[in-house]
């Protein structure tokens, strides 16, 4: 890759419900509009064992995000039946299912602060929490406390890198390094002034 050193790279997944309601173009222009470019692209059926790799979670995660799930369940006056440990890998085991419901549309992002972009359009990981304007904010609703209560991932239409360590190790799960395109689009050579090193 002939990356110029501002240039970054993320990785999104458009999930099962975004290719499910045909929002895959539509989210593909929002990058593309915001001059964010396509270097890889293809549509797969996701393996659990990529998946597991992906979200590589440990048990300090797990015990963390099910301690959140047990004050939900308190809350709704529901019964907590397991350590929060378990809740917490609940949450891996149900986004999986989620995952593989279908093929999901995994991308690489290449520009200028890509990380940080892609971030800002997709919006916070709670739908309902998340501002209009931004992918989340405008095509779902879902809620953390909704989908515990469901005992189902959330629907959230996107997975997108949080660093940019994150994406080059996500990147690699699903891509392989002839899978990413190098070329300069017309947007990099009006916004950035960019031309093709040879």
Known sequence: MNRQPHQER???????DAVQRSLVGEIIKRFEQKGLKIAGLKMLMP????LQDHYNKDDEWYTRKGE????????QGRAVEKEPIEYGKDIIRTIVRYMTESPVVAIVIEGVGAVSAVTRA????????????????DYTIDTFSHATLETRAVKNLIHQ??????????????????????YVTAQERIMYEAIKNT
């Open 122 to 137: 997709v919006g916070t990981t709670e739908p309902a929490t998340a501002d209009i304007g931004t992918i989340r904010g």
């Open 161 to 182: 890198s949080e660093s940019v360590e994150e994406a080059e190790r996500e990147i690699a799960i699903w891509f392989a390094e002839d899978e990413i395109h190098d």
């Open 68 to 75: 959140g799930i047990v004050d939900d369940l308190k809350a």
């Open 47 to 50: 393996t659990e064992a990529q």
């Open 10 to 16: 993320s990785l999104v997944l458009l999930k099962t």
